[in-house]
T-cell receptor, first 111, second 111 residues
């Protein structure tokens, strides 16, 4: 019973490189989310997908794109990475009216 | 502007005593509140929640209190145990189910 799985766990990029963070859930949840966590700021919502086929911007969407590939998978893409995007990225999923379940994060450093 | 605030970055408590974590919010549309616990290198895990129609919810050693007029909630852990040492995040959502997080409080339980 894996829950929410994020890949990769760690990544180092150079400024300007592109990267896709993968997220998959096996709980048959309809909604999925991407957050970033920076020191002293808690988690901030980047994008979310309320259901398969829909995506919406969250609080800090600039510099990111997402794809809800199917009900299980929700990917986050950095087209041209910037040092300000150095962060820990968390994916989460949920059913309506239920608490969100989180993956263990992707630690991304951009040099 | 941060809508959920945890003004105490850290809390140290002796094993067996009570831990009290506080959280304030500014958005009057929030009607669902959660506490998450996070260990290093892991994702946040759901701890306890409360809806705005209640003022208290208990689950074992954990109790959450909500004061809507003051826009304040607190988490009580009694008795505190060494395994409770972690970062605790307060989160809130309105009917759109998008979570806004506080910056977190690091709890250290001393033997």
């Amino acid at each position: 019973n894996a829950g929410v799985t994020q890949t990769p766990k760690f990544q180092v990029l150079k400024t300007g490189q592109s990267m896709t963070l993968q997220c998959a859930q096996d709980m048959n949840h309809n909604s999925m989310y991407w957050y970033r966590q920076d020191p002293g700021m808690g988690l901030r919502l980047i994008y979310y997908s309320a259901s398969e086929g829909t995506t919406d911007k969250g609080e800090v969407p600039n510099g990111y794109n997402v794809s809800r590939l199917n009900k299980r998978e929700f990917s986050l893409r950095l087209e041209s990475a910037a040092p300000s995007q150095t962060s820990v990225y968390f994916c989460a999923s949920t059913l309506t009216n239920q608490p969100q379940h989180f993956g263990d994060g992707t630690r991304l450093s951009i040099l | 502007d941060q809508q959920v605030k945890q003004n105490s970055p850290s809390l140290s408590v002796q094993e067996g005593r009570i831990s009290i974590l506080n959280c304030d919010y500014t958005n009057s549309m929030f009607d669902y509140f959660l506490w998450y616990k996070k260990y290093p290198a892991e994702g946040p895990t759901f701890l306890i929640s409360i809806s705005s129609i209640k003022d208290k919810n208990e689950d074992g050693r954990f109790t959450v209190f909500l004061n809507k007029s003051a826009k304040h909630l607190s988490l009580h852990i009694v008795p505190s145990q060494p395994g409770d040492s972690a970062v605790y995040f307060c989160a809130a959502s309105a009917r759109d189910y998008k979570l806004s997080f506080g910056a977190g409080t690091t709890v250290t339980v001393r033997a």
